[in-house]
């Protein structure tokens, strides 16, 4: 797994996610908000972490894509576990969100076909 390396341009799309992340972080601390992201290390986040996320954020992720994500986060080609901690949490976190965004889009669909 790809750790932060403080040599790589700081303004790769991984380093903006990871700060991105880093600052919603600390954010929810500051506001006594519940920290989904408390125990990630978010320099443990991954490239595959950051192309999910921009799923999560525009609404777009499919449930197929977020089981393609879980399965690659806990399991390895082997079928081994494999997950760090942080990325475990990571997925928590983005279930907690698609969670509710998965809801809304099935009550649209079901009263469009009503």
Not at 57 to 72: F, N
């Amino acid at each position: 797994m790809e750790r932060f390396n403080e040599t790589k341009e700081t303004g790769s799309p991984l380093a903006l996610f990871r700060a991105k992340m880093e600052a919603r972080k600390r954010a929810d601390i500051e506001r006594g908000a519940p920290v989904h992201l408390f125990e990630v290390d978010i320099a443990e986040l991954t490239d595959e972490d950051r192309e999910v996320w921009d799923k999560v954020e525009d609404s777009s992720i499919s449930r197929e894509e977020l089981r393609r994500y879980c399965d690659s986060v806990l399991y390895d080609e082997r079928g081994l576990k494999v997950a760090s901690r942080s990325r475990k949490d990571f997925l928590a976190f983005i279930n907690n969100v698609v969670a509710p965004m998965f809801l809304k889009r099935e009550e649209n669909e079901s009263t469009h076909k009503e």
